[in-house]
């Protein structure tokens, strides 16, 4: 059974940090990239980074960049999302997904997600 359990989510003031992380199981977890999503209330889900370990490459979105870091530990199977100087606009249920072509094409498997919630 594939699985991806997404952590960490909660409440936090604007500026603050936040770590997310994501468990993965069922499939082989080096052989996939892995990729963190939000959909915000009554917006549309975008993509927010992905990281594959096959061809070492790391993605952010533009809203995001030199503020979040995405990070693998294989041994655990495990991806994290690393959310500092957090704004209001973060304000989204984060998904985790695996795809097994890499962060340019469409996931695979999929989280149900972790609810950031960033006050103003």
């Known amino acids: 059974e594939v699985q991806l359990v997404e952590s960490g989510g909660g409440l936090v003031q604007v500026g603050g940090s936040l770590r997310l992380s994501c468990a993965a199981s069922?499939?082989?977890?080096?052989?996939?990239?892995l990729g963190w999503f939000r959909q915000a209330p009554g917006k549309e889900r975008e993509g927010v980074s992905c990281i594959s370990s096959f061809d070492d490459n790391t993605y952010y979105a533009d809203s995001v960049k030199d503020r979040f870091t995405i990070s693998s530990d294989n041994a655990k199977n495990t991806v994290y999302l690393q959310m500092n100087s957090l704004k209001a606009e973060d304000t989204a249920v984060y998904y985790c997904a695996a795809g097994y072509f890499g962060c340019s094409r469409g996931m695979d498997y999929w989280g149900k997600g972790t609810l950031v919630t960033v006050s103003s």
């Open positions: 069922g499939f082989t977890f080096a052989d996939y990239a």
